[in-house]
């Protein structure tokens, strides 16, 4: 695999498969096509914002299981979180296997407390009924 790094930050950026060329100018990125990309487009794109002056390509690198595009530090050798938080941790999801709902704490079907906020997610999906699963480690703020 390969990964596009930062070079002021060290975050990784994007991650490819070995066959994908990847084509570093002076003023830009061009990423070829991969039908078996796992991590971004199958499709060829440039990348206006990086180019050789601001980033480094490393081969021959094992990303994390769960790497997502700046999660990780990579210094040309370890792999370090960065300890953003994922928007997707931060969203409760529908216990039904066929309706896979997603809603973050500010959605209209959010319970509302006595002051009319909204306050986290609510006990039954609005879209099927089933149980509705809040974010590990959620609690409901008192009313």
Request: hydrophobic share 30%.
């Amino acid at each position: 695999m390969k990964t596009l790094v930062l070079n002021e930050t060290k975050q990784s950026k994007y991650v490819f498969n070995d066959g994908r060329d990847v084509t570093i100018e002076s003023d830009n990125i061009q990423m070829g096509a991969d039908a078996s990309a796992p991590y971004h487009s199958k499709k060829a794109f440039g990348v206006q914002d990086l180019d050789s002056s601001n980033c480094t390509l490393y081969t021959g690198v094992t990303p994390p299981d769960d790497w997502r595009q700046d999660k990780y530090f990579f210094d040309g050798t370890s792999w370090t979180a960065t300890g953003a938080i994922d928007v997707r941790d931060t969203i409760g999801k529908c216990s039904s296997a066929t309706c896979n709902l997603y809603l973050s704490a500010y959605n209209p079907h959010a319970p509302i407390n006595r002051k009319g906020l909204r306050i986290g997610f609510p006990e039954k999906c609005p879209s099927c009924g089933s149980d509705f699963n809040a974010p590990a480690g959620y609690n409901a703020p008192i009313n």
